[in-house]
């Protein structure tokens, strides 16, 4: 369970994971008449929404110099691109192991790749709704500050967390079937308590520390910085965060490794 055996395994199973990413990806569309076009209609539908009803009927404004109708509901896409990617990945993690029995008892199968598939599944659908929020952002100001190209370097981190509780929360799964209901609610309050629909100024004093405990809102708060303003990433500020990251990561595998031995006896 060692952390370099660790990273040596997942590069050794590197194409398998690539693979089931790539099938997970291709299987969410097969069927449909768009096809692969949905990975990009999909986020494109969203902000056209976010922009109608924020934008258009309620006239929300973010407090930026210079604000736009589309502005409003671009910061929020933002967010909920940043909270989108650990809520579909945290979401699955519960079933990931119970829903595959198969791979448990008949198969000789790496489990720990699983969370990883899941991951990659919801980031290659951050990228799309990146890309398109950075285009768009570029036609409406006319242009887009290079900053937003450290934008996943603070994906980075928030990756390593969201696959650390995800492989908790497989493994726990297991053995506490309820553990599912709770992650679902879990999910829709951080959608909540994180700084989406308002900025974490507009929360009182005595209520930012909660916001600030929230491991969304330093990943929320520096893209929108590097969108909006063109701010470099708080270089001491992302050191502790991918510290944290690397513990959480490896403390949510090794749980992982330490309790998949009775995974057969259960299922």
Known sequence: MSPIAAVKEFIKDRELIAQLIWSEVVGRYRGSFAGFLWSFLNPLFSLA??????GVVFKARWGLSAENTFDFSMVLFTGLIVHGLVSETI???P???LSNPSYVKQV???LEVLPVVA????LFHTVISFLLLIVIWSIAHGSIA???AFIPLLILPLSLITVGVSW???AATV???DLGQLVTFISSGLLFFSPIFYPVSSVPESFQIFLELNPLTYIIEQVRATLISGQLPELKGYLLYFLVSIIVAWTGYAWFQKTRAGFADVI
């Open 49 to 54: 929404m976010y922009t109608f009803v924020f």
């Open 91 to 93: 979401n699955r993690a």
């Open 95 to 97: 079933y990931l192991i």
């Open 108 to 110: 000789v199968f790496p």
């Open 119 to 122: 991951l990659g599944s919801g």
């Open 146 to 148: 290079l900053a937003v």
């Open 168 to 170: 908790f929360i497989a």
């Open 175 to 177: 053995y506490f079937r």
